[in-house]
């Protein structure tokens, strides 16, 4: 038996499957004083104390990392950069505690300027001053040589021993300094508090008796162990979009093109599926209008869900507008809540009976007076501006994917513009949603009677995910590994080959996913980077570079054959 839980910010949604079906399936409220007791609460109706000992693995996607960067409510933190020579230094400023310090490696991984150790000092004895605790340090290539890290980080674990601290090389070995930057940066702000988050859902298990394999959902559709997230809490940036695009994968098991759209209940998550693949973000992750070096689908959340209040804006000349979102302030008035929402709206126009009628109907009736309109006519309104909103965002979302090299090479196969089939609608607003806004934009719709938990069906039964980049350097004779930030001699170079560089991170992949326990996964690998450049000095060669990616992709579970309709 799997669980798949999806911890939203407004409700955690969980599935136990089985075989070919959804055994049990169910909804709840989300407690985000106490995600524990949210957990324990969804365990507890999944599960029957005489069926734990069945349990195979559990995985749940969350946005919790995705909500703690949105809201900037991560603790302060300080990036510590080495830029070296080249651009404007202010061009890599991320937030607002950014010092830049001298050293320098060049793309070779050679030393070209050593750091200065009184200047490291000064800079920390600021960061403690002002009362941070959690430093990110940055270098440039550092991704080949990532010396001057290792330094800084010793001196703030030696002096410093109350600050935490997250070098870049560890994050990633991949070249572009900003996004390496910008990801280790968002890692030191997250770290502690996904950490909490991990012993919570430990606690939860083991106070439940379960001893099952524990997953947790990454931005790229795949699983990765808990125990590794520890270290990588930016995997899980945008766990709950990756959820709701491959429940709809899941779900429809098709060659067609469809966008997705994963109503909740505090936001929407549009994502694309182009001929049954869903669409990656070929430059990383894009959190808070930067780039990251996170492997994630090409996705995007707009402030607009169920739970998004209606109100009323009045202007200083007595006029007033209504306004639906962005906020969300508690639950639909029919579920008791104090402020009508767009639940509320659907409820009363489509006689859809959700929790107590009268409720949404009493709030609406009190917003249409103050604004002089039938309660008919307000809904209607607020209706067309809801379809409108996400009509206008998924086509906004086209212009953006049109970027993308799966989109491109659709074009290109096809001899014509790319062709949208359907929406998919997801979460339990979609069934009276989606059909209003696939008619306004003149496609089919889908909806599955799982829909509403379609996401935690897609962390259910996700298969784990790993890619591994190599960067050899015959010259120098050293390679790096990525992940791990692993720089090693390569020892005999004559005639390395790139068959042998394919060979080396073959290996480096296996090593890894045995480490995680992938199991027979790790065999199901493909090479998607193979490059192999010259060094010449003067009239001869003096040796070779190469730049290897292996990768485990995003699919399903191999017992995964689909749920019953």
């Keep these: 038996m799997l669980i798949g839980i999806d911890v939203g910010g407004t409700y955690t949604d969980g599935v136990l499957y089985e075989g070919s079906s959804i055994v049990s399936s169910v909804k709840r409220p989300t407690d985000e004083t106490n995600l524990k007791n949210s957990l324990l609460q969804v365990l507890d109706e999944l599960v029957g104390s005489g069926?734990?000992?069945?349990?195979?693995?559990?995985?749940?996607?969350?946005?919790?990392?995705?909500?703690?960067?949105?809201?900037?409510?991560?603790?302060?933190?300080?990036?510590?950069?080495?830029?070296?020579?080249?651009?404007?230094?202010?061009?890599?400023?991320?937030?607002?505690?950014?010092y830049f310090l001298k050293g320098g490696v060049d793309f070779r991984g050679r030393v070209i300027e050593p750091p200065d150790k009184n200047e490291i000092r000064d800079v920390l004895k600021e960061v403690e001053s002002l009362g941070i605790k959690r430093v990110a340090v940055a270098a440039k290539f550092a991704n080949r040589n990532n010396e001057h890290e290792k330094l800084i980080r010793k001196i703030i674990e030696e002096e410093y021993p109350d600050i935490s601290v997250v070098i870049?090389?560890?994050?990633?070995?991949?070249?572009?300094?900003?996004?390496?930057?910008?990801?280790?940066?968002?890692?030191?702000?997250?770290?502690?508090?996904?950490?909490?988050?991990?012993?919570?859902?430990?606690?939860?298990?083991?106070?439940?008796?379960?001893?099952a394999e524990i997953h947790i959902l990454k931005a790229d559709g795949g699983t990765i162990p808990l125990s590794v997230s520890r270290k990588k809490p930016y995997e899980t940036v945008f766990s709950g979009p990756a959820a709701s695009t491959m429940g709809a994968v899941?779900?429809?098991?098709?060659?067609?093109?469809?966008?997705?759209?994963?109503?909740?209940?505090?936001?929407?998550?549009?994502?694309?599926?182009?001929?049954?693949?869903?669409?990656?973000?070929?430059?990383?992750?894009?959190?808070?209008?930067?780039?990251?070096?996170?492997?994630?689908?090409?996705?995007?959340?707009?402030?607009?869900?169920?739970?998004s209040i209606v109100w009323c804006e009045w202007y200083a000349n007595g006029d007033s507008a209504i306004r639906v979102g962005p906020h969300r302030k508690g639950a639909a008035a029919c579920f008791g809540g104090e402020q009508p929402t767009v639940t509320d709206v659907f409820n009363y126009n489509l006689d859809l009976k959700l929790g107590k009628p009268e409720l949404s109907k009493a709030k609406l009736e009190e917003l249409a007076q103050k604004v002089r309109l039938s309660t008919v006519d307000l809904c209607d309104n607020i209706v067309e501006m809801v379809i409108d909103?996400?009509?206008?965002?998924?086509?906004?979302?086209?212009?953006?994917?049109?970027?993308?090299?799966?989109?491109?090479?659709?074009?290109?196969?096809?001899?014509?513009?790319?062709?949208?089939?359907?929406?998919?609608?997801?979460?339990?607003?979609?069934?009276?949603?989606?059909?209003?806004?696939?008619k306004k934009m003149n496609v089919d719709h889908f909806i599955h009677k799982y829909s509403p938990v379609a996401n935690a069906l897609g962390a259910c039964v996700v298969r784990p995910?790993?890619?591994?980049?190599?960067?050899?350097?015959?010259?120098?004779?050293?390679?790096?590994?990525?992940?791990?930030?692993?720089?090693?001699?390569?020892?005999?170079?004559?005639?390395?080959?790139?068959?042998?560089?394919?060979?080396?991170?073959?290996?480096?992949l296996k090593e890894i996913g045995q480490e995680r326990g992938m199991g027979e996964y790790i065999n199901e690998f493909q090479f998607y980077m193979e490059e192999q450049f010259n060094v010449i000095k003067g009239w001869h060669r003096a040796g070779k570079l190469f730049d290897i990616g292996v990768q485990v992709s995003p699919g399903f579970i191999n017992e995964y054959r689909g749920v019953d309709a």
């Design 51 to 98: 069926e734990k000992d069945k349990l195979k693995r559990v995985v749940l996607s969350t946005t919790l990392v995705t909500n703690l960067l949105a809201t900037r409510r991560g603790e302060r933190t300080a990036l510590l950069l080495l830029p070296g020579h080249g651009l404007p230094q202010q061009v890599y400023a991320t937030g607002p505690d950014t």
């Design 389 to 438: 909103h996400l009509a206008d965002a998924v086509e906004d979302m086209f212009k953006e994917w049109e970027n993308e090299p799966a989109y491109k090479v659709w074009e290109i196969i096809h001899g014509r513009k790319f062709r949208l089939d359907r929406l998919i609608g997801i979460g339990a607003a979609a069934e009276a949603i989606i059909p209003l806004v696939a």
């Design 250 to 307: 899941a779900l429809t098991r098709d060659n067609l093109n469809s966008v997705v759209l994963d109503i909740g209940g505090t936001t929407t998550d549009i994502s694309l599926i182009i001929g049954g693949q869903p669409l990656y973000a070929s430059r990383g992750a894009h959190i808070e209008g930067r780039y990251t070096h996170i492997n994630a689908l090409a996705v995007k959340s707009i402030p607009l869900g169920g739970d």
């Design 168 to 211: 870049s090389s560890e994050i990633s070995c991949k070249l572009n300094f900003p996004r390496r930057a910008v990801t280790a940066y968002f890692t030191a702000m997250t770290l502690k508090e996904w950490n909490r988050f991990a012993d919570d859902i430990e606690q939860a298990l083991k106070e439940r008796d379960v001893e």
């Design 465 to 508: 995910t790993l890619a591994v980049e190599v960067h050899v350097d015959t010259e120098n004779n050293f390679f790096t590994v990525d992940p791990g930030g692993y720089r090693k001699s390569l020892g005999k170079t004559g005639n390395f080959q790139l068959s042998d560089a394919k060979e080396l991170a073959q290996k480096y």
